[in-house]
């Protein structure tokens, strides 16, 4: 299945691997070992600097942001990463969290199964379920959120119009989690007001979880725009809205590493 | 923080650690460390026999289905929990997935902070990401899928009526991801047709995702429940609603571990 579509050696397979939040004991024991065993990693900025940190310099490729403030585009990484392959290489696609969760992870899947490439998924743990953990914060919970729904802040830019329905978010009752959330807080917070949520409702905004430096700050749908501007949260921050949100007060004093 | 709580010798710290899907090498590095290091570990059936076996029996307390199939009450585990650590114990509450996902690990976490137990939180892989990806599908897409929603088909038997609103999880647009949703799949999937949900939306359903026999079922909104009954797909399973269930077929041929 792999001389054909490369240049008669065997083609490489094209690990995609989730980083999980930040913290490196939070990588799986596969994601570490593939990590030391792989020819090459690809990797941007969200892994954070104590994961990148640990790959050695003289086979880490940086797809992320380039000198000036551009963005690699997608179509070079995954030309990239076709081409690595075809060299015969091992290959890590590193992302931030879990790959396949807002992480341009199932572009890069299809892209790959398509050029013939063997590729496969290791998941990650999600920064929409561990930055939450990392406050307190369960993100159910079986008196007061049967579901929970995770949205991105940052929306394709290339989108006429938000394809987020926060009305219909809104009418889940269930936990909101926003990722990548910090710059368009006041306009979501507005929409799901608007919508009929209770304008009491807990709201946590978790910045770097699991990071050195993490920080939080914690308010209601109304008041969440002031405690962030108040703590000064940056991005990379996770939001969590709902019941769950007021856990972190219950159960502060007693939890560790928080 | 200790003394006052216990009897006198200094209180020992729960670990509330998630597992990941089942298999081992999904563990997080620091699960691994904390299951070889804790003086006891609570585990009930979820993570898994590979998991499970790789606990020494001395330090394993079992608190899932008993002898003559009743489940332990979760006030027995509750109560232990904070009985260990007065004894001083390391202990680790193992859980399948993570801990903050329909694991009730929420409830665990506040029981033990009421009482006086520092309480730490592992995240583990959940399945409701974990089990798509293992079948070769991301739960988000930025052309078809803005949102992911995570609710259970196995809700709590003593509310009066069904507390997941399956009619706004169709509005949102996103993917839906049932956990245990085995045995109500026809409940449910009727209840997305009666909201107007396109009766072909594909659908996936993936049994033991990650362990040794791993199956998976596909079809659609209309058909899954036959494909279910065909493949003979049996609890545990996880169901993926949504288009991005048809990345499964684009994909498996070259989806390495599948």
Chains 1, 2 share one sequence.
Do not use: C
């Not at 159910?140 to 009305?167: C, I, L, M, Q, Y």
């Amino acid at each position: 299945m792999s001389d054909d579509t490369g240049e008669g050696e065997a083609t490489g397979t094209v690990h995609l691997v989730g980083s999980g939040p930040g913290d490196p004991e939070l990588l799986t024991v596969k994601a570490k070992r593939l990590l030391e065993t792989a020819d090459v990693v690809l990797h941007d900025k969200l892994p954070g600097p104590e994961i990148i940190g640990m790959i050695p310099e003289a086979k880490r490729e940086d797809v992320g942001k380039r000198a000036g403030g551009e963005w690699t585009p997608q179509e070079y990484t995954n030309r990239r990463l076709v081409e690595l392959a075809r060299e015969g290489k091992d290959v890590v696609r590193l992302k931030g969290g879990d790959p396949t969760v807002f992480g341009r992870g199932g572009e890069e899947l299809v892209h790959l199964a398509r050029h013939g490439v063997p590729v496969e998924i290791v998941p990650g743990i999600t920064s929409a379920v561990a930055g939450p953990a990392a406050a307190g914060i369960p993100v159910t919970h079986r008196d007061h959120a049967s579901s929970v729904s995770f949205v991105t802040g940052h929306e394709d830019p290339t989108k006429a119009e938000s394809a987020v329905d926060w009305a219909a978010l809104a009418a889940t009752g269930g936990t909101i989690v926003v990722l990548m959330g910090v710059g368009k807080l006041p306009d979501y917070t507005a929409a799901l007001r608007e919508a009929g949520m209770d304008p009491e409702t807990p709201v946590a905004l978790i910045e770097r979880a699991t990071w050195p430096g993490q920080q939080v700050a914690t308010g209601t749908l109304d008041s969440i725009v002031s405690a962030r501007d108040a703590a000064g949260i940056e991005p990379p921050a996770i939001t969590v809205i709902g019941d769950v949100a007021a856990t972190r007060a219950d159960v502060l004093e007693f939890l560790v590493g928080a």
